[in-house]
């Protein structure tokens, strides 16, 4: 009887150490103090409230780590009522081989191809296509301090036919073409891919990769 | 050695304790978190009493690259563009091309496209857009 009687007291102190223990859990995920201290006191309430009233947080924007590649069941447009969600694959599982990137779906998909990492048809039907690659890269000179843009054909017709392109978003022709991320941002010219299904804007470099020589380089510092 | 039974029985509500906190902490209920490229397709289904259909990007392109559907089976850039309906995928064409049975399972799984949250609009999840123009936390304002 004691003994069950010191076992209640010891549950219910290491609860409260938890509950303290869980606050500083929080505060190490970048949530708070405020937030998570005054929580502290009724344990179990501490968890629960803590994702309601943490508008402070740190970085709200961004999406946490532990959110990223969520399995259907938990990530919010797939219905966790439905049979089908169940079935369906989590992304995770697959990109375990894959190499990572940090935008999108944190997989570098052009080097995934590269590496064959993955080996994705070509055709429809013939597993054994090879894509017509054309290596011919173009260079635009852009407006400002940023570095000029490298546009490589390669990487792009290893995943894509000529028609997908040209001539309906890029005319094939130098100068023919206004491109300004304004319109990318919208949606249009290489934000019809970037931004939606290929890696996003905010991977400025990958784009602007080729050092300006002259007087805007000097300038841009 | 006596007090090695309760030891272990409060190692025991310890543990399970402890679980508890960290599946709590862990677990929140947030906006959508899918993957980035995932398309809601929701032209006609949820007027027509069937959940959004949900494409993912990521899943297909491991298997084919872009241009087999964009190219050589039409789907245009553009979420909620090509007007699918299931009579055009029972002829084969758009996901009929592949989801036939033979190449990828049939029309009969609905429940593996059709799994999308009801009243889920037709989207491109995660755009560059869909980022500029909706607020991302709950209640939350542009930027």
């Known amino acids: 009887m004691t003994r069950r009687i010191s076992t209640l007291f010891l549950t219910v102190f290491a609860t409260g150490l938890l509950g303290s223990a869980a606050a500083i859990a929080q505060d190490a995920k970048g949530k708070p103090a405020a937030a998570a201290a005054p929580a502290a006191a009724p344990a179990a309430a501490a968890p629960a409230t803590a994702p309601a009233t943490d508008v402070n947080r740190f970085n709200r924007l961004l999406k946490p780590a532990n959110q990223r590649n969520l399995p259907p069941t938990q990530d919010g447009i797939h219905d966790p009522a439905s049979e089908g969600t169940t079935a369906l694959m989590p992304p995770l599982s697959a990109f375990e081989t894959l190499p990572r990137s940090n935008a999108g779906n944190r997989v570098n998909w052009v080097k995934a191809l590269e590496d064959r990492a993955i080996n994705p048809r070509w055709d429809r039907l013939d597993p054994n296509a090879v894509p017509v690659v054309m290596d011919l890269n173009i260079v635009r000179e852009v407006k400002g301090s940023m570095p000029d843009v490298v546009y490589p054909h390669k990487q792009h017709t290893e995943w894509l036919d000529c028609s997908n392109c040209h001539p309906a978003i890029f005319i094939p022709q130098k100068g023919a073409n206004q491109i300004s991320m304004a319109a990318i941002l919208l949606g249009q010219k290489c934000g019809v891919c970037h931004g939606k299904v290929a890696f996003p804007v905010s991977e400025c470099r990958l784009c602007h990769s080729k050092k300006k020589d002259g007087p805007i380089a000097r300038t841009g510092q | ?143």
């Not at chain 2, 929701?42 to 009493?49: H, L, R």
């Not at chain 2, 084919?64 to 050589?72: G, P, S, Y």
């Not at chain 2, 995928?89 to 190449?103: R, S, V």
């Open chain 2, 1 to 143: 050695m006596k007090q090695v039974p309760w030891v272990t029985r409060v190692r025991r509500g310890l543990t399970a304790l402890l679980f508890a906190v960290v599946a709590i902490t862990l677990w929140t209920p947030s906006d959508s978190r899918a993957e980035y490229g995932d398309i809601v397709i929701n032209n006609y289904a949820d007027a027509a009493g069937m959940r959004p259909a949900i494409f993912p990007h990521w899943f297909h392109r491991i298997r084919f690259r872009c241009k087999v559907c964009h190219a050589d089976l039409g789907f245009q850039f553009k979420a909620g563009g090509n007007e699918i309906t299931m009579l055009k995928i029972i002829d084969g064409q758009f996901c009929g091309a592949c989801h036939n049975g033979e190449i990828a399972w049939s029309v009969e799984n609905c429940d593996l496209c059709h799994s999308g949250k009801p009243n889920t609009p037709t989207q491109v999840h995660e755009s560059t857009i869909q980022k500029l123009a909706v607020p991302v936390g709950q209640g939350g304002s542009k930027k």
